[in-house]
């Protein structure tokens, strides 16, 4: 054989050696006779035009059911655009663009409530006058970090940028601080920092003087001697909001700390809540070499087939490692993520049995396809 010949290898999918059953049930049939993880693929002979092109390509093809997910999840409609348009005297409207997204409760970001006197604190020196337990910086801070903490004699500080996120507020320092640069040139200077403990465990400096986007994540004492924030300078996880009942109306959010749809969707960070729900779902993963993750709503359709050697595969066999990808973590982490709505059915009419909708958002306000309006304050 001339060793400039290339001849390719064809390797097996993983799925090559599945036996399937002749019998089909749904999800939630499925779910009672089964334990997961288990093999399936969908009935050829389900009616296709029950389910979206772009679901039914994902479906057609043996999938690795791993774990049911049972929880709250907001669903929310992109805002296109992050400057709110003023058409009336009587409110503020939002412009509403792009697909429609949906949040698990468990979702690990920090959001802010968008309304009419919303205002973040600038400055350093402010946010000492509200000496806050925690706080968010939504932007990159500087600050000073200690070099070597077992060194007393001569405490040296590093100059360093550190990327947003929920800092621990301590106490106020004062005093010349002795640090490097960049340039790794030495200077000392007199200030006055805040003494904080990043979500890492690390103590840093953070002066005075120093400019930002900051939001109050936990209150001190209220009866404490300090100025009170601003209620809507605050940063909230879903849980949080979920808890203090705010979704009793439609709200705009912005998205102040995570991650984005790993779908593009036209993702502006600033969205309408329209309503909650409680899902059930499935969380899959091809078996097509992709690994390509989905989650499935436990509904009446489609059926699936169980592969009947698919429990020795997993175990024991060529897909083992699958199994391993998905015990790894990375399924736990895609059930917290946010993700584009794709709905298997083209039109459901009805709450399906894996989704409950909260009655606090099934009003009109909840329905309508319509911007709200929130109040704003007019001159006269």
Known sequence: ???????????????????????????????????????????AADDSSKLKKDAGTLLQQPLLLFKESKGFKVIAKNVSSLVAVRTSRDGVQYREGGATIVIPVQYPGWFRVLEEDTVPILSVSNLARVMPTSFLSAKRVPGFSLLDPLIRKDIMYERLEFPPGVFTLHSVFEDHVKYTTTKNTVKRKLLRCLVCVTGEGLDLLIPFDVTGEFYVVEHRNPNAKTAKADKNACAYTLKQLIAMGVFTRPLVLKLLIGDPPSKPCGFTGVMKVVDIVK???????????????????????????QSTNGKDLLESGSLRAELNHLRSGIADQYAKEIKVKTSLSLKPTKPQAGETRLPVLNGASAAQDKPFKQKTKTKK
Do not use: C, Y
């Open 1 to 43: 054989m001339a060793s400039g010949e290339f001849h390719p290898v064809s390797v097996p999918r993983p799925s090559s050696a599945l036996l399937w059953s002749e019998k089909s049930l749904n999800l939630e049939a499925l779910l009672k006779e089964s334990t997961l993880p288990v093999v399936v693929k969908m009935n």
């Open 279 to 305: 899902d059930w779902t499935v969380i899959a993963q091809t078996l097509d070499g992709n690994r390509k993750l989905l989650e499935l709503p436990v509904l009446p359709f489609p059926e699936f087939a």
